[in-house]
């Protein structure tokens, strides 16, 4: 049902509908945006950072995508889901670009492939996955894979010259065929001037209000860990605190030997446990 999604993000784009959507990565977290009822899922690069813990995203594999991905499309059939490439799978040539999200999107059975940024072999790589029937998302702005290249995490588009580029690079995607496109911490006028001039959907992420839609890391809007938040970013709940504080409760209950409590394990009646023990001497 995946594909007839992706017409239902330019309508709300076309009727002025905020598109919502979460990154997701196990059953726990693609049951979370299931049940709040996001538009759509990505099984971002991010899982570097939230559940590997690294630094950035470089050190991300095609296969832990694919894995990752497996289990949310999985948990999630009747939803659009969406596979992130990796750095290295894509920009070496269109031709193994193609090669790797053919792969992404066969081996899953998502909904489509994301990845970052619109230089020649994207763009015709872009083309050709349209054709053969694998929709893309782009993604420009700030691009995590080249944080090395580029001195870090930046706002972008702040500059005329910027601004100028970022707008050609978001339509040349939306030429080539990319159904959406996704514009981290690119400056807000520049988001929503891009955003006015194109007419597949953008999906904001530190890039202002003006966009069609938001994304965030699951882990960084339900607070589920306690390192430093984006300062784009909302928490919208702290279960990393309340995480703790109910592990503290049930380190406290082991220890004072209140857990297990009645009803929590398994004991036989005396009566019924004599009756077994004699029957086992009887047939002895």
């Known amino acids: 049902m995946a594909e007839f999604k992706i017409p239902q993000l330019r309508r709300k784009k076309e009727r002025g509908e905020p598109i919502v959507s979460i990154t997701a990565y196990d059953l726990f977290t693609a049951h979370l945006a299931r049940d709040a009822g996001v538009d759509f899922v990505l099984v971002g ?15 991300v594999s095609l296969e832990d995508v694919i894995y990752h991905t497996r289990i949310v499309v999985r948990a999630l059939p009747d939803m659009l889901v969406i596979g992130d490439m990796p750095f290295g799978t894509f920009k070496v040539s269109a031709d193994e670009t193609v090669h790797n999200a053919l792969a992404l999107f066969k081996e899953t059975g998502c ?13 015709d790589a872009t083309a050709r996955l349209k054709r053969i029937g694998v929709p893309v998302m782009g993604h420009l702005g700030l691009l995590p894979q080249r944080v090395h290249a580029t001195g870090g995490y930046r706002i972008q588009g702040r500059s005329e010259k910027s601004r100028q580029r970022l707008l050609a690079e978001a339509q040349a995607l939306q030429d080539a065929g990319a159904f959406a496109v996704v514009l981290e911490c690119v400056e807000s006028r520049c988001a929503e001037a891009i955003t006015r001039a194109l007419k597949v959907p953008t999906i904001g992420i530190g890039s202002g209000p003006h966009t069609d839609g938001q994304i965030l890391v699951i882990h960084d809007a339900l607070g589920m860990h306690a390192e430093y938040l984006p300062s784009f970013a909302r928490r919208f709940a702290n279960l990393y605190a309340d995480g703790v504080e109910a592990l503290r409760e049930y380190t406290g209950a082991v220890r004072a030997r209140t857990f297990p409590g009645p009803g929590e394990y398994t004991m036989v ?16």
């Open 45 to 59: 690069d991010s899982m570097a950072n939230v559940l590997q813990g690294h630094s950035t995203t470089v050190p």
């Open 111 to 123: 909904g489509a492939v994301k990845m970052e940024g619109a230089d020649e072999s994207n763009l």
């Open 269 to 284: 009646p005396q009566k019924a446990a004599d009756e077994s023990d004699n029957e086992g001497a009887q047939t002895a």
